[in-house]
C-alpha cells in the first residue's frame, strides 16, 4: 500500500499535478493517522480486557473465601450459643438450689468452650499485591476493605487464642475444684473409626459448696455477658459477610456482561 502511494505520488510530480499530489499525500497521513489509531484503540481495549480479566478472578477468589469463611462464622457461632444456653442453665440451676443431676455434669464440663475464627484471606492477600486500583467499583473496594480490616480482626480477636480474658481459663479451677473422674468409662471413636479412646466420665463432688461459691456465681455471670458480647459480634460479622458475598456476585456479573 506504501509503494503504491509512494509510485502514484511520483507520477503526480511528474505530471506536475500538484493539487492531487497534495490530496493524496494527505489521504496517505489520514491513512496512517488512522491506522495508528486503531491500533492504540485495540490495544486499549486488550489492557482493559485483562484488567477485568484480573479483576473477576481476584473478586471471585475473594467470594470464595467469604463462603468459606462464613461457614466458619456460622459454626462458631452455633457452638458459642449452644455454651451459652448450657451455662444460663448452670447459673440457674445453681441459683434456684436444684438438685446435682446429669446435667449439671454436662452444664459445667462445657462452660470453658469457646471458639476460634479463622478467616481465609488469600484472595484479599491477592488484591493487596495486585493493587486495590485494580477495582473498579470504589464503593466495593471500600465494602471489602471494612471486613478484611475491621470485622475480621474484632472476631479473631474476640476467639480463644487471642482474647485476654479466656472461657477455659476461667473455668479451669471450678472444674478441677469440682469435678473428679468416674469410674465409669466410655469408647470415643476416632473421625476414621478405625481406633477409638478410653475415656473416664465426670462426675461432681463437694455440691453444696459449689451452691454456696459466690465467686463462682459472679464467674458464670461475667462469662454469660462475654460470650452475648462475642454472640452479638458474630451476628454483625455474619450479616456483614453475607452483604458483601452478594455484592461481589453483583459486580462479577456487572463485569462479564461489559467483556
Known amino acids: 500500500m506504501i509503494r503504491f502511494f509512494r509510485k502514484l505520488r511520483q507520477k503526480l510530480l511528474a ?10 499525500a494527505v489521504g496517505e497521513i489520514l491513512l496512517v493517522v488512522i491506522g495508528i489509531l ?23 477468589e475473594i467470594h470464595e473465601d467469604l463462603r468459606a ?14 455454651s451459652q444456653d448450657m451455662t444460663r442453665a448452670l447459673r440457674d440451676h445453681i441459683m434456684n ?18 471458639d476460634q475464627y479463622f478467616p481465609r484471606v488469600s484472595g484479599y492477600t491477592a488484591l493487596q499485591s495486585a493493587g486495590f486500583q485494580v477495582l473498579s467499583n470504589d464503593s466495593l473496594r471500600q465494602d ?22 479466656r472461657f477455659l481459663e476461667m473455668a479451669k479451677p471450678y472444674q478441677d475444684k469440682y469435678l473428679i473422674l468416674s469410674d465409669s468409662v466410655y ?64 459486580e ?3 463485569l462479564k456482561a461489559k467483556r
Do not use: C
Open 15 to 24: 505530471e506536475g499535478k500538484l493539487g492531487q499530489y497534495l490530496t493524496y
Open 38 to 60: 486503531i491500533a492504540l484503540a485495540l490495544n486499549n481495549w486488550n489492557s482493559d480486557r485483562k484488567e477485568r480479566d484480573l479483576e473477576i478472578k481476584l473478586l471471585e
Open 69 to 82: 469463611s462464613l461457614y466458619d462464622l456460622e459454626s462458631g457461632l452455633e457452638v458459642i450459643r449452644e
Open 97 to 114: 438450689r436444684e438438685s446435682e443431676n446429669e446435667l449439671t455434669t454436662k452444664y459445667m464440663l462445657r462452660l470453658g468452650a469457646d
Open 144 to 165: 471489602i476493605t471494612f471486613v478484611y480490616e475491621l470485622i475480621n480482626p474484632r472476631i479473631v480477636g474476640l476467639g480463644r487464642e487471642h482474647r485476654s480474658v
Open 187 to 250: 469408647y470415643r471413636v476416632h473421625r476414621d473409626r478405625q481406633d477409638s479412646t478410653r475415656m473416664h466420665y465426670h462426675q461432681i463432688v463437694h455440691y453444696d459448696e459449689l451452691l454456696d461459691d459466690e465467686q463462682f456465681k459472679k464467674e458464670l455471670q461475667y462469662i454469660i455477658g462475654s460470650r452475648g458480647h462475642k454472640v452479638f459480634n458474630y451476628l454483625w460479622a455474619i450479616d456483614d459477610t453475607k452483604e458483601l458475598m452478594a455484592a461481589i456476585e453483583n
Open 252 to 254: 462479577i456479573e456487572r
